[in-house]
């Protein structure tokens, strides 16, 4: 019996052994998942948080290949990340309509932070029909981002945001708002240099997403061709289109990588214009902390080479 129960023990050593082996495990790895798990829309917000939460954690990027928000639609990778979500930054459904409903159902534990509610009281939180999309549009440009002073305030927020569900790294989410507030600061100064000598230049652009920058940086309202990019302009509204472009005596439009060129043929004609891309959520920029950095250097470079085609006039 002797041998018997010397085995016996020996088993119950060796379970009692790597049960706490286990516990050890499995309480190291909680420790490690005690960061937020952030889950951002777009590009340049993203790039926000990722400079926000440096040295703790690294968000999910949710669009990450060159598809409009507008037009996008919730893939099951998405929705996985969607799932496991601690918090959600987005815009809204005024921008990405597609998350509307994912947020309230997959991510209903986690924080919705909806960037757009920052900057306007009367926003409408349903999703627009098609036939009904340009009245919701109207004054709606959602593109906040573009402005740096609203990059900013969003920046601030997000680390107060972040403070509140991950307390214990609070200090350092506040020293890093700080210092990327900084950082934007400097770059809208350099801005305000190279837009300076394009303030009395007239140009077009394809859809309503450029308001922030334009008065921001003291430029003239554009001419639109749509006030949503789901909404083509019609027969009548091109000639009308074609008119102003005469008589503003405009040389300069601007595309986006998801809209076709021909698009903007169509308006324009035979009428001495130049086609410039726009790309305002950085489609073309590799994600991470220095996206919004490129996406608003690059929209000044586009700029201001199709404006100064204006000065020849």
Known sequence: MLPFLSNVASLIWFILFWGTISGLANFASAGAEAEPRVVVSLKPLHSLVANIMDDIAVPDLLITRSRSPHESALK???AQKLQKADMVIWIGPELESFLASPVQSISRTAVNFQIGRLFT?????????IDTISSYAKNR?????????????????IAEKLSKIDPQNGDLYRKNAKKIIVKITLLERDLTKKMSKFKD?????????????????????????????????GASKIRSLQKAIQEKKIRCAFTEPQVEYHLLDTIIDSLPVHITELDPI???????????????????????HCLDRNSLN
């Open 141 to 157: 440009d959602s593109h906040v981002w573009l402005s740096p002073q609203k990059a900013k305030i969003i920046a601030s927020k």
């Open 76 to 78: 099951p990778s998405q």
């Open 201 to 233: 230049h007239n140009f077009l652009v394809f859809h309503d997403a450029y308001s922030h920058f334009t008065r921001y940086f003291g430029l003239t309202d554009p001419i639109v061709a749509t006030i949503h990019p789901m909404v083509r302009p």
């Open 282 to 304: 950085g489609t073309k920029v590799p994600p991470g902390p220095e996206a919004y950095f490129q996406i608003l250097n690059n929209l000044a470079v586009s700029f201001s």
């Open 121 to 129: 009281s009367n926003l409408h939180h349903d999703v627009p029909k």
